[in-house]
């Protein structure tokens, strides 16, 4: 059964930085997609950024440039990097993985940006 279980979210001033984590586990993690995602009260969950199992990374637009998606393969972990943090990037923060068809969640870490 796979897991993904999130973490580093926070609370942040503007500006600031926090890196999420995502850790998977009981899977194979071979050939694979990450998505991270995201939430603001009362909007539709948007995508943020993704990475594949061969290292092929894209972020959204709206965060391009401040957020940087990476990977660690022995850790079975995918990081978001965010900097430059603004209160528009309040949300819960879910990371998704698709591999073999199938789609899996975790449970979301919260990210505040406020003074």
């Known amino acids: 059964q796979v897991q993904l279980v999130e973490s580093g979210g926070g609370l942040v001033q503007p500006g600031g930085s926090l890196r999420l984590s995502c850790a998977a586990s009981?899977?194979?993690?071979?050939?694979?997609?990450m998505d991270w995602y995201r939430q603001a009260p009362g909007k539709q969950r948007e995508w943020v950024a993704r990475?594949?199992?061969?290292?092929?990374?894209n972020t959204a637009d709206s965060v391009r440039g401040r957020f940087t998606i990476s990977q660690d393969n022995v850790k079975n972990t995918v990081y978001l990097q965010m900097n430059d943090l603004k209160p528009e990037d309040t949300a819960v923060y879910y990371c998704?993985?698709?591999?073999?068809?199938?789609?899996?969640w975790g449970q979301g870490t919260q990210v505040t940006v406020s003074s």
């Open positions: 998704s993985l698709e591999e073999g068809g199938l789609g899996y």
């Open positions: 009981g899977g194979i993690f071979s050939i694979y997609t």
């Open positions: 990475i594949t199992g061969t290292g092929f990374t």
